[in-house]
C-alpha cells in the first residue's frame, strides 16, 4: 500500500517562532495533498489542499498567512507554522491520494503533535 | 455544506459483545468510507462503499451502505481489545478537490 511519512513526529517550540512540518509520499506520487488539524478525542478538521505546482486552498476559517503550504514537488507538502502560538498546539495530519485509481482513499502520514509553549 | 452525523460518540463494551457505529446524512452519498484510527496512530483506510445497499465484510467487521445512500453502518462481531479505536465514517466530495468530509467518530473501547 501508498505510505506517507511525516517529519516531525514531535515538536516543541516556543511562542513566536515558526514550525515547518514535511509531509512525503514514499512510494507514489500525490498531485494532491491534505492537511488537517485533530484536537483530543476531536475528528479531522480539514485545513487545506496542497496541490503541486499551483497555491494552496484553505478551508473557510484557515489564515493562509498563518498556515503556510507549500507543495514543491509531487512528493513533498510542507505546512510551516508561522508565529506559532500556544492555541496552535495540536496534532497535524497530513494526507495523500491519487483520485486516477477510482477509490480515492487517502492515505494519511503518522502526525505530527505541535506543542507550543 | 454536505455533513455526515455519527453516533454513538463512544461506547465502552465488554470483550466478546457487539458493537456498531452509525452515520446519517440528510443528502444522498455518492460514496462512504471507513476509517480507523488508534489511539495515537494516525486514520487507516478500512473500505469504500459506493452502491444502494451494498453489504462488505472484512472478516469481524461488517460494513453496509443505505438503500438510500444516506447511512451507513460499520458492525463488529465479538470485539477484541485490538479494536480499541475510533472509528470514522467518511466522504469524499466528488467534485474536483476529491476533499474527504469526516464523521465525528466513535470511541471504542473494550473491557478484557
Known amino acids: 500500500g501508498a505510505v506517507v511519512s511525516q517529519h516531525p513526529s514531535r515538536v516543541i517550540c516556543k511562542s513566536g517562532t515558526s514550525v515547518k512540518i514535511e509531509c512525503r509520499s514514499l512510494?507514489?506520487?500525490?498531485?494532491?495533498m491534505f492537511w488537517y488539524r485533530q484536537f483530543p478525542k476531536k475528528s479531522l478538521m480539514l485545513m487545506a489542499t496542497?496541490?503541486?505546482?499551483?497555491?494552496?486552498?484553505?478551508e473557510q476559517g484557515v489564515e493562509k498567512d498563518k498556515f503556510l503550504i507549500n507543495h514543491a514537488s509531487l512528493t513533498l507538502s510542507t505546512l510551516t507554522v508561522t508565529s506559532a502560538h500556544p492555541e496552535d498546539s495540536s496534532f497535524y495530519i497530513c494526507?495523500?491520494?491519487?483520485?486516477?485509481?477510482?477509490?480515492?482513499?487517502?492515505?494519511f502520514g503518522p502526525g505530527t503533535r505541535l506543542t507550543v509553549t | 455544506g454536505q455533513q455526515v452525523m455519527q453516533i454513538p460518540q463512544y461506547q465502552h463494551v465488554q470483550e466478546g459483545e457487539d458493537f456498531t457505529t452509525y452515520c446519517n446524512s440528510s443528502?444522498?452519498?455518492?460514496?462512504i468510507q471507513w476509517y480507523k484510527q488508534r489511539p495515537g496512530g494516525h486514520p487507516v483506510f478500512l473500505i469504500q462503499?459506493?452502491?444502494?445497499?451494498e453489504v462488505k465484510k472484512q472478516k469481524r467487521l461488517t460494513f453496509q451502505f443505505g438503500e438510500a445512500k444516506k447511512n451507513s453502518s460499520l458492525h463488529i462481531t465479538a470485539t477484541q481489545t485490538t479494536d480499541v479505536g475510533t472509528y470514522f465514517c467518511a466522504v469524499v466530495r466528488m467534485d474536483s478537490s476529491y476533499k474527504l468530509i469526516f464523521g465525528s467518530g466513535t470511541r471504542l473501547l473494550v473491557r478484557p
Open positions: 512510494d507514489f506520487q500525490a498531485t494532491t
Open positions: 496542497s496541490n503541486e505546482g499551483s497555491k494552496a486552498t484553505y
Open positions: 494526507s495523500a491520494s491519487f483520485p486516477g485509481q477510482g477509490t480515492y482513499e487517502q492515505y
Open positions: 462503499l459506493v452502491k444502494s445497499g
Open positions: 443528502t444522498t452519498l455518492s460514496n
